[in-house]
């Protein structure tokens, strides 16, 4: 595989990078220790997070309740503790699901991705893939407490999409403000966002600008950071690229570029939190977003396992 890396100068110093040209992460002589991610968990998970006729949209709250009551069950049978950090919005009650892998650290590591939907859509991939992403990272991260070197705070989120987007009522920002003294304690955060649409075929778009840089394909997944995230970009792709069975493209820049901050990292880059987002490009690809065709059948769920691998290898070898 070609290593690649373009590096321009613009207005705002913007720093586009490809992803296999840094040096790799120390790896396992074995990377199969690290593939334990399991498509049919996957699948199990999707069909518990996703009903047919019931939306996980904010003017459900019976829905997001069913959801969310699911989300902390399923974790607290690895072994995990979970809690709920609930919130008002006009007389409603939101609830973000937060459990914690405890291991003696000082330093942590918070996993996120949230569990709402926009409109009466069944959000297969935005986003109930990164929410059965998170589901089984814990489950990994669990049978592999004893080589974890930091804390880890799983969160799956309410309320990212509109109308709340961008407000104090995400449930990201209720959870990055309660955080926020921690702050110097917190080494990463990996927010999954959109993790299971991939097609061989040249249905990739990009910002404007960035089409000449990256793959025509949508056969990748992508770590998008700001300058002061970088590394953590760099270190996923190297985690993926040693697990060699899912490309990685990173993007490092500032959060005008289009999509760049369309999702919960964008709480925790305000409190200058080091935070990647996860992905598969979104709208940038998957033209099903936000519409009544994201569905389940459409996600490839043995890449969305990759994807999964790639966060376990990462956060066990840092």
Known sequence: MRSVQFLKKMPHVLLFTLALNFPMLSIASDTNLYRQAEPERLKEYLNNVIQPTAFR?????QELDRVATYLKKQVESFSIPCEYQS???DGKNYKN???RIQTGNAK???IGAH???YGDFQGADDNASGVVGLIETARILANNKTDLKHNIELVFYTLEEPPYFRTEHMGSYVH???VAKQKDQIQAVYILEMIGYFDHKNVQDYPTGLGLFYPKHGNFIGAVSNFSSRALGENYCNAM???NRLDCQRLIAPSFIQGVDFSDHLNYWNLDIPAIMITDTAFFRNKHYHTAEDTIEKLNLNKMADVVNGV???ILKK
Not at 57 to 61: A, D, K, T, V
């Open 57 to 61: 949209n904010y003017e459900n709250i």
């Open 87 to 89: 919130y008002p919005i």
């Open 97 to 99: 699901v937060v459990c």
């Open 108 to 110: 942590k590591v918070i």
């Open 115 to 117: 569990y709402d939907v």
């Open 176 to 178: 990055a403000q309660s």
């Open 241 to 243: 690229k040693a697990m």
């Open 312 to 314: 376990v290898y990462t």
